[in-house]
């Protein structure tokens, strides 16, 4: 290092000079990515809603009952829950139209954010583990109170946030209207009792709740561009500092080491001249 400083004294100034340009480049190309992004975020509102159910009766042998109720707006999760009902009970749900999903660990507090779409072992690619049908059936399996729980549209956003890709403002908020707007219905859904003893007028009323979307705002998604520039500059500096580091280290060490030896040496000669001392 020392050598190559000493036939070019400029090549330290040189190899900051560059390093800053580097710094000043790149950072102006991250600064220019996060201001023109192409993606949009989409909000929409999550309200849950409570829902009145229309009993429709008894069955013939008293061992079922059935009640209706619709939605008529985009809806996202779908929770049906009864009270003291039997183990051995079977809790049947179906749509008018369409279909929704199930999974019995859909909401389980043992199923830490458990969703239909969930990745595969071997590869980022997310697949479907809830069954999809316009009926779905579910056996209770512990006296008390039995909740379904079930997704309707698994491309809507479950949190009322999502995400896409536009050129323009335009274009995202047409995607934003296409991917709610379709789910805009109305549907009518049927819930079914089956008992293993005789079920009384009035003995089970189910309470469905539902968590229904609206679109309110499409915008830009963008960040802080002066954080995310000091954040860039505090890593490439990082970087460059760490590519200094071993020659540095490599130059340090060796000057340490000359002078060590220097040391040593002037300490012999310091000896052999006393030795030669006649007077001594």
Same mark, same amino acid.
């Given at each position: $290092?020392?050598?190559?400083?000493?036939?070019? #004294?400029? $090549?330290?100034?040189?190899?900051?000079?560059?390093?800053?340009?580097?710094?000043?480049?790149?950072?102006?190309?991250? +600064?220019?990515?996060?201001?023109?992004?192409? +993606?949009?975020?989409?909000?929409?509102? =999550?309200?849950?809603? &409570?829902?009145?159910?229309?009993?429709?009766?008894?069955?013939?042998?008293?061992?079922?009952?059935?009640?209706?109720?619709?939605?008529?707006?985009?809806?996202?999760?779908? =929770?049906?829950?009864?009270?003291?009902? @039997?183990?051995?009970?079977?809790?049947?749900?179906?749509?008018?139209?369409?279909?929704?999903?199930?999974?019995? $660990?859909?909401?389980?507090?043992?199923? &830490?954010?458990?969703?239909?779409?969930?990745?595969?072992?071997?590869?980022? @690619?997310? +697949?479907?583990?809830?069954?999809?049908?316009?009926?779905?059936?579910?056996?209770?399996?512990?006296?008390?109170?039995?909740?379904?729980?079930?997704?309707?549209?698994?491309?809507? #956003?479950?949190?009322?946030?999502?995400?896409?890709?536009?050129?323009? /403002?335009?274009?995202?908020?047409?995607?934003?209207?296409?991917?709610?707007?379709?789910?805009?219905?109305?549907?009518?859904?049927?819930?079914?009792?089956?008992? /293993?003893?005789?079920?009384?007028?009035?003995?089970?009323? #189910?309470?469905?709740?539902?968590? $229904?979307?609206?679109?309110?705002?499409?915008?830009?998604?963008?960040?802080?561009?002066?954080?995310?520039?000091?954040?860039?500059?505090?890593?490439?500096?990082?970087?460059?500092?760490?590519?200094?580091?071993?020659?540095?280290?490599?130059?340090?060490?060796? /000057?340490?080491?000359?002078?060590?030896?220097?040391?040593?040496?002037?300490?012999?000669?310091?000896?052999?001249?006393?030795?030669?001392?006649?007077?001594?």
């Amino acid at each position: $290092m020392r050598k190559a400083l000493a036939q070019n #004294p400029n $090549m330290l100034r040189t190899m900051i000079g560059l390093g800053l340009t580097l710094i000043l480049i790149l950072s102006y190309a991250v +600064y220019a990515a996060t201001i023109d992004s192409s +993606y949009y975020l989409y909000h929409t509102s =999550n309200d849950t809603v &409570d829902h009145s159910v229309v009993d429709q009766g008894l069955g013939d042998d008293n061992l079922t009952q059935t009640w209706t109720f619709s939605t008529t707006r985009a809806t996202t999760w779908l =929770n049906v829950s009864i009270e003291n009902v @039997e183990a051995g009970d079977i809790l049947t749900v179906s749509v008018s139209s369409g279909t929704f999903y199930h999974h019995p $660990m859909l909401g389980e507090e043992d199923a &830490d954010q458990f969703s239909c779409t969930q990745p595969k072992d071997d590869d980022d @690619e997310a +697949y479907n583990v809830c069954s999809k049908d316009d009926r779905h059936t579910f056996e209770i399996s512990a006296s008390g109170t039995a909740t379904f729980r079930s997704i309707v549209d698994a491309e809507l #956003p479950l949190g009322g946030l999502g995400s896409l890709f536009a050129d323009s /403002q335009a274009e995202a908020e047409d995607k934003a209207e296409a991917l709610i707007a379709p789910s805009n219905a109305t549907k009518v859904w049927t819930i079914t009792l089956t008992s /293993q003893d005789e079920i009384h007028p009035d003995e089970f009323t #189910p309470k469905v709740e539902s968590a $229904m979307h609206e679109l309110n705002l499409v915008e830009p998604f963008t960040v802080n561009p002066v954080t995310e520039l000091l954040w860039s500059v505090a890593a490439l500096i990082g970087c460059f500092g760490l590519a200094l580091v071993i020659p540095l280290t490599a130059f340090i060490a060796g /000057q340490a080491k000359e002078k060590r030896d220097e040391r040593i040496r002037n300490a012999a000669l310091v000896d052999a001249d006393d030795s030669d001392d006649p007077g001594l």
